[in-house]
């Protein structure tokens, strides 16, 4: 076994700017992604929705369809290939709406009840578009309240417990002098990757082959073996360019309806979804309904803490928004309570989408505490200092490192902080009122086993094969970096490949721990070769292969909580005729470990603070009661910030290296979204005096 190297930096690759390797091939148009495949024979699968919300299958008339131009098969309930999805995968029991036209009943409006496959994909739409299915309607449900009646506590998920108490909360309540208890909620919001859902599948002598965008090759290959009951070594998954994913791109009816439409045709197949197709088949954010309430002594203690969260599920499968364990590392008190509540309704199952939890519960939480700032006469940030904790409130668990109020510092230096005078409502430019805010911002570090080979090539040049997945973010080139790091050789002689289950086991491009993942692996890797190389000898022909695997080590890390921290401030100006709000600047500092690239780190903060900027703004899925369908669900229809919404947003960082990753990578995804609605939301009050608890901070909701 190979002992844990610590990199000594010798070329300073990692934590220089350095644009994506892969760069020129984006913008070029060389880098082909999943829906750009060209094979012979390519068919084109389409989907086709429901356009009911509740009910079966009455019948679907085919033989109209199968006569139009290039139409090769219509694959509904009745005659399409078997899945299993009785089995647990990495991420437990498969979500049975990804199973597709394996039955009559539609659980969602927008549920896939066919895949026509055409000669083109303009044939394979029109057909789609012009089949007819009858239904049998039944009544539906889609209004989601945190008080319904089929509301229920949900089990506990590897990602936490539902509920977490200590102390006596009534207690502490009733002695604390202040006290702050409101409601906050979160629209229904989707995630909308700029490269939709694709896939084009095909059998390659005997192996199922699998060009796909996803945040996972070696998930989504294992997935596929599981449900059409393959050997996992059959099943080859490759998806070297991803043009985003934010939680939604793992298995999808895009795969299965590909890999069905390829086993029956004996052609490769390609299925592309449409942007609208997303809003019902690709998951999204769960709408919230929280509860807070704290209490405090006079100088803002915490005393009382009540964190209540609600989210709703399909009637399928479970999957819990947890929006109420954002508090359980970051704020103890006497009395500490979340809890979960979950609403099974008619709507497709929602999923993972960027900071899941953490976004729609920072902002009611860091709303809270600005509240419980103003009752108490304390600067916001004062109060947060105030009640540092010195372990894991609910875990009990040490710190690996905690630099929240460094992030403070830093940025109420930069943003101007100090001096801001408290009363909110009298700061005025000609029509606008203007406000200032902050909230907190924080996410979990974590990492997965993964494995990885590093060859020294006969040419000097260095090869890094790892299955790690770049879906946008720059992880190819920070592992470049990672790798020239140890290594010490120059980034241009290191070349990575990426993203092919044949490359073995790694971490998914998830929960903001990929790149610390698999920068782990690549270093063991190359730290070793590096030894290695140094006792000298000639690179035979094949070069000299090391590879690494971190399962084993990962086991046996220390348990301690481990966070990165942020503090997010923003400016706001407050139209008093129309309701409008503008952010004027928003500024975000964080401790998120070492920064591997600064070019594309500050894409991914500046990218979070945008999408928390948009959060607090503008997103918002409308759900019809009566159709139960979203309505302008497209990205006309559904508004997110464009470039004239979106101001000067600065991102920067403190130094704060993760102490038990060999390079110091704590992981960067998510944590620029946590705490930036709230931070607007508190700046909106300092302009008008007025608290938004309901997500987004709408015109009509302003007047
Ligand atoms: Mo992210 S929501 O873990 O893909």
């Known amino acids: ?14 934590g220089t700017a350095h644009t994506r390797v892969e760069g020129r091939d984006k913008v070029t148009g060389a880098a ?22 509740r009910g079966r299958i009455r019948s679907i008339e085919t033989a109209p369809v199968l006569a139009m131009p290039g139409v090769l098969a219509v694959l509904h309930h009745g005659n399409a290939p078997r899945v299993n999805t009785d089995y647990e995968g990495i991420a437990g029991k498969p979500d ?23 000669e083109t994909p303009e044939q394979a739409r029109e057909a789609a578009e012009a089949l ?8 539906h449900d889609v209004a989601f309240s945190a008080g319904h009646p089929d509301a229920y506590t949900p089990g506990d998920s590897p990602l936490g417990a539902a509920d977490t108490s200590k102390g006596d909360l009534d207690a502490e309540l009733a002695a604390s002098a202040v006290v702050v208890d409101a409601e906050y909620t979160t629209p229904e919001e989707h995630h909308s990757a700029l490269e939709p859902h694709a896939t084009t599948a095909r059998w390659d002598g005997g192996r199922l082959d699998v060009l796909d965008s996803n945040q996972s090759t070696v998930f989504t290959a294992m997935e596929l073996a599981n449900m059409f009951s393959l050997d996992p070594a059959s099943v080859r998954v490759r998806s070297e360019h991803v043009g985003g994913g934010f939680g939604s791109k793992l298995v999808r009816a895009n795969q299965v309806g590909a890999v069905m439409a390829a086993t029956v045709l004996q052609r490769p197949v390609r299925v592309v979804m449409t942007r609208r197709q997303m809003f019902s088949l690709v998951g999204y954010r769960s709408p919230t309904a929280q509860r807070v309430r704290l209490g405090a002594d006079t100088d803002g203690r915490l005393r009382a803490f009540d964190h209540q969260g609600a989210s709703l599920t399909s009637t399928v499968h479970e999957f819990v928004e947890a929006c109420s364990g954002y508090g359980r ?24 989408m960027r900071a899941p939890g953490e976004a729609p519960g920072s902002f009611a939480l860091e709303s809270a505490l600005d509240e419980l700032a103003e009752k108490c006469g304390l600067d916001p940030i004062e109060l947060r200092a105030r009640n540092e904790p010195e372990v894991g409130p609910v875990s009990g668990l040490p710190f690996s490192s905690h630099n929240l109020l460094a992030c403070f510092e ?41 494995t990885a080979g590093v060859t020294a090539e006969a ?8 299955n790690a997945s770049d879906i946008g973010t720059g992880a190819r080139t920070a592992l470049t970096l990672v790798a020239a790091e140890a290594l010490g050789a120059e980034p241009a002689d290191v070349r990575v490949h990426i993203a092919d289950s044949d490359l073995g086991l790694a971490m998914f491009a998830g929960g903001s721990a990929g790149t610390r993942s698999w920068a782990w692996a690549v270093t063991r890797a190359a730290s070793e070769l590096r030894d290695r190389l140094a006792v000298g000898g000639a690179i035979p022909p094949e070069g000299i292969t090391v590879r690494s695997d971190t399962s084993e080590l990962l086991a046996t890390l220390a348990q301690k909580e481990r966070h990165s921290y942020g503090a997010q401030f923003a400016e706001v100006a407050v139209d008093v005729t129309t309701g409008e709000v503008r952010v004027r600047r928003m500024l975000g500092v964080f401790a998120a470990g070492r920064i591997v690239n600064p070019l594309t780190a500050r894409n991914q903060f500046v990218g979070g603070m945008t999408w928390g900027l948009s959060m607090a703004l503008h997103e918002e899925a409308f759900r019809d009661q009566a159709s139960g369908a979203t309505v302008g669900g497209d990205l006309a229809g559904y508004h997110v910030a464009a470039h004239a919404d979106v101001p000067s947003i600065e991102a920067h960082w403190v130094d704060d290296p993760d102490p038990d990753d060999p390079v110091g990578i704590k992981g960067i995804g998510e944590i620029g979204i946590v705490g930036g609605a709230a931070a607007i939301a508190n700046a909106v009050w300092h302009a008008t005096g007025v608290r938004h608890r309901h997500l987004p901070i709408r015109p009509d909701r302003v007047l």
Do not use: K, N
């Not at 007819?132 to 009544?139: F, G, H, L, R, T």
């Not at 704020?331 to 979960?340: F, S």
């Open 1 to 14: 076994m190979t002992t844990t190297t610590h990199a000594t930096p010798v070329t300073g690759a990692v």
């Open 459 to 466: 040419d000097g040049t260095f090869t890094v094969r790892i």
């Open 96 to 118: 049975p709406s990804i199973a597709i036209l394996q039955h009559d009943r539609v659980a969602h409006a927008g549920w896939p009840v066919a895949l026509v496959v055409a």
């Open 32 to 53: 082909r992604y999943a829906g750009e495949f060209r094979f012979d024979e390519l068919a084109h699968g389409w989907l086709a929705l429901s356009t009911v919300t």
């Open 132 to 139: 007819v299915v009858e239904y049998d309607e039944e009544p």
């Open 410 to 450: 830093d940025g109420a230096r930069r943003f101007g902080w100090a001096g801001r005078d408290p009363r909110p409502g009298v700061r005025r430019d000609g029509r606008w009122l203007l406000g200032t805010g902050t909230a907190a911002s924080t996410f979990p570090v974590i990492a997965g086993p993964s």
């Open 329 to 352: 590392a970051m704020y103890d008190a006497d009395a500490h309570r979340t809890t979960t509540r979950l609403v099974p309704l008619d709507v497709p199952t929602p999923t993972f």
